[in-house]
């Protein structure tokens, strides 16, 4: 970060930008969109700059952890699967899981059309008819955890990002709220 002062007035420049949101359903995870709200449209106006982006994506009905950022490098690092950075979600299924489906997607499971997925961490945190489950994934194919619990007759009620390799989600951010990101913060998603 350089300060520049002009006619008294300090400016702050930055190369890039970082950006936790917590992010509501019902926001496009995307850019921009001519029809519907996106996440880039949550920044206040005097934050927002060319070449925003959310690194990562989430469904429309998805809640939770989305960062945005124009830094590429910075994203590829944190999205390529040889980076092993696993995304952490919580999630309500509609069915009881059978420790063979955990099984399944530790050695890594595949989409019911066969698209093979890298081993991911099924884990149930509170059992019943509908489980609330945690699920780590260091992909991100096109609605990868869904499609993953559908392979397995699982069908998710709700669905939440949580965290992205070290860095969670900031439980004071309410739905909608975001903040900057510091550089600890930034590491800890490679850690």
Known sequence: TVEIA??????????????????PAGILCVSRDPKAPTVVDL???DARRKGLFP??????DTHGMVLITDDGDFAHRMLSPKKTVYKHYRAIL?????????EAFA???AFEDGTPCLPAELTVLEGG???????????????????MCGAHGLGVNWLKRISIGGLTLDETL????LRELSDAEKAAIFE
């Open 94 to 102: 509609d069915a009881p899981v059978d420790p063979a489906v955990c």
């Open 43 to 45: 920044l206040p106006p």
């Open 174 to 177: 309410e739905e909608g709220e």
């Open 107 to 109: 050695k890594g499971t």
């Open 129 to 147: 008819d509908t489980p609330l489950v945690d699920i780590a994934v260091c992909e991100g194919k096109y609605h990868q955890v869904k499609r």
């Open 55 to 60: 690194a990562g994506r989430l469904d429309k």
């Open 6 to 23: 002009v006619n008294g007035e300090i400016l702050t420049y930055r190369k890039y930008t970082w950006v936790m949101l917590n992010k």
